[in-house]
């Protein structure tokens, strides 16, 4: 199934992903999604906003006067670390984006299980040789030796 972000690939008992490269996409751990996730858990909460002035550009919770970053524009030896408008719109919104890449990430982790216990089913059903309702029965019995297999 082809998209704009890469191609699934069925493998008779499950699948490959590969980005628009062809490069084979391997899922994100679980123990460095939880890094991550604690990461943004003690951050300071979003969202932020920031200032540029004539003397520096800075980095704040909005609606509050916290700091989080100030980048000075004019000390000669600073002056190349200079965060640009892209820059900013980044930093302005990373603490957000995280907190929706999170959710997100926890939604697609939930589809994806059900969906793969649909493929799944689905191979079994061709492998049982189904073409109709009649096999049914088959095809769920070689879904659960596949499941037993798998946790062996």
């Known amino acids: 199934m082809p ?10 008992r499950g699948c490959s992903v590969t980005d628009t490269e062809g490069d084979n996409i391997e899922p994100m ?3 460095h999604f939880a890094e991550i996730e604690a990461r943004h858990a003690v951050a300071t909460d979003g969202p932020y906003v920031s200032y540029n002035t004539e003397d520096a550009w800075s980095l704040h919770v909005k609606g509050f006067p916290f700091q989080i970053l100030k980048a000075p524009k004019r000390h000669p030896t600073l002056a190349e670390y200079w965060p640009d408008q892209t820059d900013s719109e980044f930093l302005t919104h990373s603490w957000a984006d995280m907190r929706d890449m999170i959710a997100e990430r926890k939604r697609l982790l939930i589809e994806n299980a059900e969906l793969s216990e649909r493929a799944t089913l689905l191979s079994a059903m ?14 769920y019995e ?3 030796q596949w499941r037993e297999e798998d946790h062996a």
């Open 29 to 31: 751990p679980d123990d």
């Open 126 to 139: 061709e492998a049982a040789g189904v073409d109709n309702w009649e096999g049914m029965s088959v095809a």
């Open 142 to 144: 070689i879904q659960d």
């Open 3 to 12: 998209s704009a972000a890469g191609r699934i690939t069925t493998t008779g």
